[in-house]
């Protein structure tokens, strides 16, 4: 079967087109020959063309490649993402470098084997696949854009904690700074990612998220850098990897975390070149991102413990954003509640459904160890199992592997109990940290990072 693909062939030799249409036909769908490259606009009004092969002189004793530049800028006028290959004989290679950095993507020599234009033709068309496959997330990122919030109106929660993460967010949004989000299992990192890209600059262009707790690490770098075809033996063509495709946008890398040593040093290289090289490629790319990544863990401690790189810490947290926990803003369950109601009563055609006051009362009592997530899910859950016009019960809404009996209402996390044991010890001690440390069994400096943290 033949490759589907629309090639057109400018040459002022006759035989060398219609040898190579000969050759092509047999492969491609559908080949053009033009002697006059005057007549090239007119092939783009009625085609849309994968891959031209362009000569580069056209006048005879000509060698200095003029026509053919101008032709280049030409064809990259009518189509900027256009694939050109050149035509060039022995002696003109300077010329064709020349091009190729003017944004031609290949060239061949004349007289050339048929199987070697063969190679360089389909290469070009993947990178033609590549590329439109770009522009079309591009544009429905666009459309989604169209009917993306700019306003906090889906952010719901007006307690200060959250109101002090949107003024933050606001703040940042626009200065192109990479932002480190930290926050518990379900509390909104990739929201407030989403809503930074959203307020930024741009915001036209492309969002991608990468959970990296998902990539293998195998295939890490071919997911992230991308890979050229033959790279490695699944790599049946070239694919852009995730920063390639943030291209002018937003890279959200979640669950930095949980990256292994090696990984993060490919990673800060990446970060600190804004260059990219596609796995089995020799030439690097310019990417430009903005950076935002987020973790559940505590990276600062992971670094004392030698489990992350520091200077990778360094280059991430330009601007660090907490985002409290749920139960450190239990004032914000009944406007979520209302909000996760209002959503899933239309999702379940339940309308009119509401809940009792009393039970959101007593939601406020849990601790929430799946934050807003684990709220949201059980507001489905309560919503899928409710019979009549209101909710009542609570055991409903918990997830079944939990409950609300399990947990005191004054349920303290562990970073608060550290919190509380260490004011105890330093109170014990008068305030002297040596004693406290020794006390605590642990060294000064790892207990003046201890406080740091918890702001003592
Ligand atoms: N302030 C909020 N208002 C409304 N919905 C929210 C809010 N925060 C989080 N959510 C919702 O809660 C769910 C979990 O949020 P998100 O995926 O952003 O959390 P996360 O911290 O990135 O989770 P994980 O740590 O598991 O990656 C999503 O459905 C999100 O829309």
């Not at 930290?182 to 991608?208: D, P, W």
């Amino acid at each position: 079967m033949k490759t589907p693909a629309n090639i057109l062939i400018v040459d002022d030799d006759r035989d060398v087109l219609e040898t190579a249409r000969m050759f092509l036909k047999q492969e491609f769908s559908s080949v053009d020959i033009e002697e006059d490259p005057s007549k090239i606009p007119g092939y783009f009004e009625i085609k849309d063309y994968d891959v031209i092969l362009l000569d580069m002189n056209f006048k005879k004793g000509m060698n200095d490649g003029e026509e053919g530049f101008y032709w280049l800028g030409e064809i990259l006028k009518i189509d900027p993402q256009a694939i050109v290959i050149l035509i060039t004989a022995y002696g003109e290679v300077d010329v064709a470098v020349k091009a190729m950095k003017q944004g031609a993507t290949d060239f061949v020599l004349k007289p050339w084997k048929n199987q070697k234009l063969l190679g360089t033709i389909l290469s070009a068309l993947q990178l033609r696949k590549s590329k439109k496959e770009v522009i079309r997330l591009k544009e429905t990122q666009n459309t989604l854009n169209r009917d993306k919030p700019h306003n906090f109106n889906d952010f719901i929660g007006e307690s200060p904690a959250i109101q002090r993460v949107k003024d933050l967010i606001t703040k940042v949004a626009k200065t192109d700074a990479d932002i480190l989000v930290l926050g518990e299992n379900g509390t909104g990192k990739e929201l407030v990612a989403r809503a930074i890209h959203n307020f930024s600059l741009r915001s036209n262009e492309i969002f991608i998220s990468v959970d990296l707790g998902a990539v293998s690490e195998t295939l890490f770098e071919s997911e992230l850098f991308g890979h050229v075809k033959g790279a490695f033996t699944d790599a049946r063509q070239d694919k852009p990897g995730r920063f390639e495709l943030a291209n002018e946008g937003t890279i959200f890398l979640d669950e930095i975390g949980n990256l292994s040593m090696p990984l993060q040093a490919k990673l800060l290289t990446v970060l600190q070149s804004r260059k990219i090289r596609r796995v089995g490629a020799t030439r690097e790319v310019d990417v430009d991102f903005r950076l935002v990544c987020a973790t559940n863990m505590p990276l600062s401690e992971m670094v004392y413990e030698q489990k992350f790189r520091q200077d990778l810490l360094y280059r991430i947290n330009t601007v660090e954003i907490r985002i409290p926990s749920l139960r450190e803003r239990i004032e914000d369950i009944p406007l979520l509640v209302d909000h996760f109601l209002s959503i899933y009563s239309r999702k379940y055609h339940k309308p009119g459904l509401s809940i009792n006051k009393h039970t959101v009362e007593k939601l406020k009592n849990y601790h929430w160890p799946g934050n807003i997530r684990e709220l949201q899910h059980a507001v489905e859950r309560a919503v899928i199992l409710s019979e009549g016009d209101t909710i009542n019960s609570v055991e409903s809404f918990i997830s079944p592997t939990t409950s609300i009996h399990r947990v005191p209402s004054q349920a303290k996390t562990l970073d608060e109990m550290e919190r509380d044991f260490i004011l105890q010890s330093l109170e014990e001690n008068n305030g002297n940290v040596t004693q406290t440390a020794k006390n605590l069994g642990i060294t000064r400096t790892a207990l003046y990072r201890r406080m740091n943290k918890h702001g003592i």
